[in-house]
């Protein structure tokens, strides 16, 4: 056997795994109702997560299915991570003061980092990110256009794709100028 179809097999596997222990886990948790300010901080970023999940899955991107929700779906291997995910967080946050400071030092720093990044985002390295991530084939005078006044645009086009337009969808936005 090559060392390529070994990689992919091991994947393969590892992946069924995590798969099967992430639906268990998610079956045998209970949901609960965020308390304190950072789960409910986190509850709004996993409501627009699962929206923005919703309409993927209506547009047809799990199964190749056009037109079904959450219900109808066979490959929910993604909306079990994120709902073990959601979980697990909320129970931590809401039954721990030390998790409960470290999920909000999270949610700080995260944002911070983000906005980092993007004041220091050049044209030159966001395209180098876009091309090599999601394989566009984006020009660079395309990003020439969109600096400085959208470079907010563009860092969610590095981070997330097109995924960010389906949480913004509905959500008004003051702060993008489009």
């Excluded at 994947?11 to 795994?17: G, P, Q, S, Y």
């Excluded at 547009?59 to 056009?66: E, K």
């Excluded at 995910?85 to 720093?109: A, E, H, N, P």
Aim: glycine residues 4%.
């Amino acid at each position: 056997m090559s060392p390529v179809l070994d990689k992919w097999v091991n994947l393969h596997i590892r992946k069924k795994l995590l798969n099967l222990l992430v639906r268990v886990l998610n079956r045998l948790i209970p949901a609960r109702a965020p308390q304190y300010p950072q789960t409910r901080l986190l509850e709004d970023v996993y409501t627009r997560l699962l929206q923005a999940y919703k309409l993927e899955a209506f547009c047809g991107r799990f199964d190749d299915v056009p037109f079904q929700n959450l219900k109808m779906l066979k490959d929910k291997h993604f909306l079990n991570v994120l709902e073990l995910s959601r979980k697990i967080l909320f129970y931590l946050g809401d039954t721990d003061r030390y998790y409960r400071q470290w999920l909000g030092l999270f949610l700080l720093v995260s944002h911070d980092v983000i906005d980092g990044h993007a004041a220091a985002l050049t044209p030159e390295e966001a395209l180098k990110q876009i091309n090599g991530q999601w394989e566009y084939c984006l020009n660079q005078d395309v990003l020439e256009l969109l600096f400085p006044e959208h470079r907010d645009l563009v860092q969610e086009m590095i981070l997330c794709n097109h995924l960010h337009n389906l949480v913004t969808v509905n959500s008004n936005r003051g702060d993008r100028k489009t």
